[in-house]
């Protein structure tokens, strides 16, 4: 047996056959000594007595021992391993002579400077030329890294598989290249038909945000805190609004000696539901409170007609771009007079250029020229609130259908609510939206209806006085 301790192997020869030179020969030794030097896993090789044969630089790492005090030694005993420990850790170990496959075990190893590590090994029998078992390689690695790999790779695919929340892997292009089941879900599309397609095509609004949050990643690293992203999701139906709560991790490889970055990790999570309910909340607060102040502004106007105006201009805030009030010509619509013709004459309004208070037109009593099926006629007519919209036309289109009802050119959106006081109509007052705002909804109407009550009860007062 002839020993090359420099590369830590040891080549068996013949009795007669010399050693050769060249590729087959020692260039093939320094070849395997550095294939074995270059391996991430601790390694090391016995023949079929139990000789020591090689040992790699990572087994040098963990245990100290050096290629050269290691080749050539018999077993483990007295130096790798405590004595009495030596004859069922090397059983263990070249019983893989005789088995099939790899053997698995874990035992404790000794260091140089006398200390213990806990290793977990993959043993396998060495063949030779003749097929038959010429002795044992063993890889080991410290239990405590191992049972990290294993955990690293077992969250990743719990995160892949069975997270609540959507985990994607972004490549460095910004294309999804990985995605769990939850967040094909979300994205409205199969786990596989996601992957390698633009984010564009997956989401109609959003994009850009999200686009410039993953490149932040790539370029800086991951943000302190979660971000909350508003996106529009490209569904059959059409789209779907949602809100989603994202956190962002940049991914390196960890082969590469300088970062290499592979892409984001992209975790997110729907609260769609709670952010709405939060909105929906802040509203009811702050139109709760306008209608608290406007009450206590209005108790000190002298003339109801002024409060009325009031109730009004507290209204408009963070609700409408203009308002009307329109009040039945002769002063009040008794359920008895339902059946005729209605009348209505303007009131008050908001002014159309600038901003500012809202005033009251006067006492000419001239009636507004509303066409038939007018949404405030309609209104007066059913005691209830009517909604309407322009709907998606061009902004002449839009314009024509704003002059044509009488209202200023710039609406798109309105909301009439009726003035009901002591069982009477009195009027009608109408709420407008510019095309910056979006259409008057269900809790909307809600919040018209009491601030018509309101401005009803003081026009009731401005009548009777």
Known sequence: MSASRRSGTTDELGPDEPERAGPEGSGGSDLLA????????????????????????EAERILGWTAAEAVGRQGFAGWAVRSADAEEVEGRLMSAMDAPGRQVHEFALLTKDGGRVLVRTQSAAVR???GKPAGVYCAFSEVHAQIDLERSIALSEALFEDASWGVVLVDADLRPAVVNAHAARALGIGRTSVLGRPLGELLAQGVEELESALT???????PPAPAEIWVSVRI???????CWRCGFVRLASPLAEEPVPLGVGWLFQDVTEAKQGEQEAAL??????????????AAECEDPTEAATVHLDFALAGFADHALVDRVAGGILSDADAAAPVRLVRAAATPSGAPGPSLPTGAAGLPVRYTENHPALQCVARAGSVRASVGTVPPEQARAWAEARQWPPDSVHALCAVLRSRGRTLGVV????????SAFERSDATYAEDVAARIATALDLASAT
């Open 128 to 130: 030779g030329p003749d």
């Open 216 to 222: 932040h990643v790539l370029a800086e690293g991951a």
């Open 34 to 57: 550095a294939l074995l030097d270059g391996m991430d896993a601790a390694l090391c090789a016995f023949d079929a007595d139990g000789v020591v044969t090689h040992w790699n630089r």
């Open 284 to 297: 009811l607060r702050f139109r709760t409170n306008q209608m608290h102040r406007a009450a206590r502004a």
């Open 236 to 242: 059959p139906e059409g789209e779907q609004r949602r």
């Open 430 to 437: 109408t709420f407008l939206r510019g095309s910056g705002r």
